[in-house]
């Protein structure tokens, strides 16, 4: 398959005609004609039917067009790009991050790349983190930004921050009273929902360490969903600090002595996708304002 093929094809479906994109592409008919028998054979279907001295699309035709005029607007902006003195960003990227992430840190980098590069666009995904490896590793998103990944031959990734997962309750919790960490058990729990990927704070080897056997009552995929559930239940739930922290008028949190739950907070993309201007930029905006954002805490 080669370019020519797809433009001289792309002109014939347009016109449904060979012969008028013979004219407009100022060619010979027949070497349209031989441009379509080629790519039929390629693709071992028929890619238009005969009707009189018109020709129509089949369904396999539709299908190549809409491909075929992708294609070649994409192959057109890259010849502009190329041909430019102008090296400003462009492009449209996919990029996701875990539910609070996205919303905290993740757009505001976005927004703060396409400032400055105009000519760039997205489409930005706000979801579970198990939602973000696996997109991630099919190629659906160029870049991620979850909580707590496991390594993976599927994917590259690099440390953004880590922090610490802190015991959280709403303000009116009746373990608030003593804060004696062999009494937790005496409550009820929520938890994360559990990922292939992720890390689990269900089962985290904190918990073992003191001897506490959650029971969960309720799982969540997204902290702001706990957020609200502690606010209004005598329940507790393992948080990460920035989150704890930016809630905490309405957050009190815990941690005994001895306590360490660690999480991270990490970028991850595509194996053997290689790191282009943009998602550099993107990722270190990241970290800078999970940093700065910390720091205000």
């Not at 690099?158 to 058990?185: M, N, Q, T, W």
């Not at 606010?231 to 948080?239: D, I, P």
């Not at 998602?279 to 990241?286: G, S, V």
Request: aromatic share 8%; glycine share 6%.
């Amino acid at each position: 398959m080669k370019l020519d093929q797809l433009q001289y094809f792309v002109e014939a479906a347009r016109r449904q005609h060979i012969g008028q994109a013979a004219r407009f592409l100022n060619i010979s008919p027949s070497a349209i004609s031989h441009s379509i028998s080629a790519l039929e054979d390629e693709f071992g279907k028929a890619l238009f039917e005969k009707r009189g001295r018109q020709i129509k699309l089949t369904a396999h035709g539709k299908i190549l067009l809409d491909r075929a005029e992708f294609l070649l607007a994409e192959t057109n902006r890259i010849r502009d790009e190329l041909a430019s003195d102008d090296l400003e960003m462009r492009g449209h990227f996919r990029i996701g991050g875990t539910h609070s992430l996205c919303a905290e840190f993740l757009a505001p980098a976005w927004i703060e790349l396409q400032k400055v590069n105009p000519a760039v666009t997205a489409t930005i995904h706000s979801l579970r983190s198990g939602e973000i490896l696996q997109r991630v590793s099919v190629g659906d998103l160029d870049m991620g930004v979850c909580l707590s990944p496991h390594t993976s031959p599927e994917y590259e990734q690099e440390l953004l921050y880590e922090g610490k997962l802190v015991i959280s309750f709403g303000k009116k919790h009746p373990f608030l009273k003593d804060r004696r960490i062999e009494e937790l058990d005496k409550y009820p729990s929520i938890s994360a929902l559990a990922a292939q990927g992720i890390e689990n704070c269900e089962n985290h080897p904190a918990f073992q360490r003191f001897g506490l056997r959650p029971r969960v009552i309720n799982l969540f995929d997204s902290y702001d969903v706990a957020i609200q559930i502690l606010k209004q239940n005598a329940v507790w739930t393992l948080l990460p600090d920035f989150l704890a922290a930016h809630h905490a008028s309405d957050i009190t949190t815990f941690m005994p002595r001895g306590w360490d739950a660690t999480y991270k907070i990490t970028a991850v993309w595509p194996k053997h996708r290689i790191r282009n201007q943009a998602l550099d930029f993107l990722i270190e905006a990241t970290k800078r304002k999970i940093f700065l954002a910390l720091a205000r805490k």
